[in-house]
């Protein structure tokens, strides 16, 4: 399995992937919103786009499927309850479903909801696994849930199937908000060095050669990954005094996802 991230340098700070099996040069992309860089990074690489998949179903992920069908006659696979919002659509996709790429690319779809309800990451069980994860998880940070989501929901995702995952899993998120989400772990927890040495290394960092972290890495580093941090939850209850003497995982994530909203 081969993957290049692409930068799309646009506002919204979008990655876009290409996952390609080295036998066949055949490509899924991932939310290609810039076809333009798509196309010309698969035509470099001497691959050709077979699939789309959207991770869900907001515009800044399915904003280049048009120009991307009409230039590869590519198929587009969402999850199969984005068929009224996703034109187009090809594939329905449920948890457990396999995608193929070529002959030797083979990706697990998992149902994530929470982020949106129609939003699926994916999942491949190589020597070294990876996860595309859309808008769910994100480098040091969380997907909002202000546009069709629910945090409830986004929390369960967290909770029972993106913390399962090997450690070792290389984490492929839809957006550059890296820095950014450092800032907001530092301002919940000032005494997480590895977030403050990770901010250190990566301030003013070029996403065209964006770090790749693990999911052990981000259990470091992301604040919603650590809902039992001492310093977490003492933090936690200035902003919300009410906060019980120990509270709850779920309690505490769903603190979070709100403060980050206004932060
Ligand atoms: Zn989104």
């Given at each position: 399995m081969i993957v290049k991230q692409i930068w799309t340098a646009n506002s919204y700070r979008n990655f876009n992937y290409l996952i390609a099996c080295a036998e066949t040069g055949e490509a899924l992309a991932v939310d290609p919103l810039d076809h333009e860089k798509c196309l010309r990074a698969a035509k470099d690489e001497g691959w050709r786009i077979t699939q789309i998949l959207n991770t869900h179903e907001h515009r800044d992920h399915t904003g280049g499927n048009e120009t991307m069908v009409r230039h590869t006659g590519a198929v587009i696979l969402a999850h199969k309850n984005a068929r009224d919002t996703?034109?187009?659509?090809t594939r329905g996709l449920g948890a457990g479903d396999v995608v193929k790429v070529g002959k030797t690319v083979e990706l697990e779809v998992l149902d994530t909801?929470?982020?949106?309800?129609c939003h699926v990451c994916l999942r491949s069980h190589t020597d070294q696994p990876a996860l595309f994860c859309g808008d769910t998880l994100f480098n040091a940070g969380a997907g909002n849930c202000h546009n069709g989501g629910h945090p409830a929901e986004l929390y369960k995702t967290f909770a029972e199937q993106l913390s399962r995952l090997p450690a070792s899993t290389l984490i492929y998120p839809g957006h550059d908000y890296i820095e950014n989400n450092l800032r907001f772990t530092l301002d919940r927890e000032p005494d997480n060095r590895s977030a403050r040495d990770m901010l250190d290394r990566l301030a003013g960092h070029d996403p065209d050669n964006a770090v790749v972290t693990t999911l052990d890495v981000e259990r470091g580093i992301n604040t919603f990954f650590r809902l039992t941090s001492p310093t977490v939850i003492a933090r936690l209850r200035e902003a919300f005094?009410?906060?019980?003497?120990?509270?709850?995982a779920r309690t505490v994530f769903l603190k979070l996802r709100e403060l980050r909203n206004s932060w």
């Open positions: 996703i034109p187009g659509m909801p929470g982020h949106t309800m005094p009410d906060l019980p003497e120990k509270p709850d």
